[in-house]
């Protein structure tokens, strides 16, 4: 019986990455399988603050070993905005489609359109607080394409691709987003700690 950990997010699409990156290795819980449904702090001035804030909320409540992540989207010509306000950049309604109008407009006549998806997962076991890390660089273009995935995803292009990664699969933006490859890191850690389950 793989060991589980629970996933602090209320976000379904990331819930659903995340399984498919974690495999059959290990067990991800959701936040509604151990019964929390408040909404998860997120007042810190970093990525790492968030992620850990949200992490250490539900080990707190709950004592379940568990891991949070935050991300967002840096853009070079913006100084890194959205950023850690990338999920709020146009107001607190967080509506994506909102987000999306709000950078192009301040990106408007920039000849730079490098960016980049940062995710920061932090693992809260006991006393332990443990970050992982992972990056995606591309681009932002100019006009939206693509229905799949979340957030800004119909304006990247990721380096060496031509399509948004809201043309792709979820099984193609797995293999190559930051959270996945942050994720790659968490299971490795978990995995390394278990020398018996490596050879499952
Ligand atoms: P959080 O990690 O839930 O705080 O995510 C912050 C915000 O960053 C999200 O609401 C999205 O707007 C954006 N974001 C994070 N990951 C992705 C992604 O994979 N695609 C598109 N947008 C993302």
Not at 118 to 137: H, N, S, T, W, Y
Request: hydrophobic share 35%; proline share 4%.
């Amino acid at each position: 019986m793989p060991a589980s950990w629970v996933f602090a997010t209320n976000n379904l699409h990331k819930l659903e990455e995340v399984k498919q990156a974690a495999g059959n290795q290990i067990i991800i819980q959701s936040l509604a399988e151990i019964g929390c449904t408040e909404d998860l702090p997120e007042t810190g001035e970093t990525l790492q603050d968030n992620a850990r804030q949200k992490a250490e909320f539900v080990f707190q409540r709950f004592g379940v070993a568990c891991f949070a992540d935050d991300s967002g989207l840096e853009v070079e010509a913006l100084g890194g905005e959205p950023g850690v306000h990338s999920a709020h950049y146009a107001g607190p309604q967080r509506s994506s489609v909102d987000n999306i109008h709000l950078l192009l407009a301040r990106m408007e006549g920039k000849k730079n359109r490098k960016a980049r998806f940062r995710c920061v997962i932090a693992l809260v076991e006991k006393d332990e607080v443990q970050l992982f890390e992972g990056m995606l660089p591309g681009e932002i273009i100019q006009t939206p394409r693509g229905t799949g995935g979340f957030g800004y995803d119909p304006v990247f292009v990721p380096e060496g691709e031509t399509r948004t990664l809201a043309e792709m699969s979820l099984e193609e933006k797995n293999r190559i987003s930051h959270r996945a490859k942050a994720m790659r890191k968490l299971i490795g850690h978990l995995l390394s700690r278990q020398p018996s389950k490596q050879s499952l």
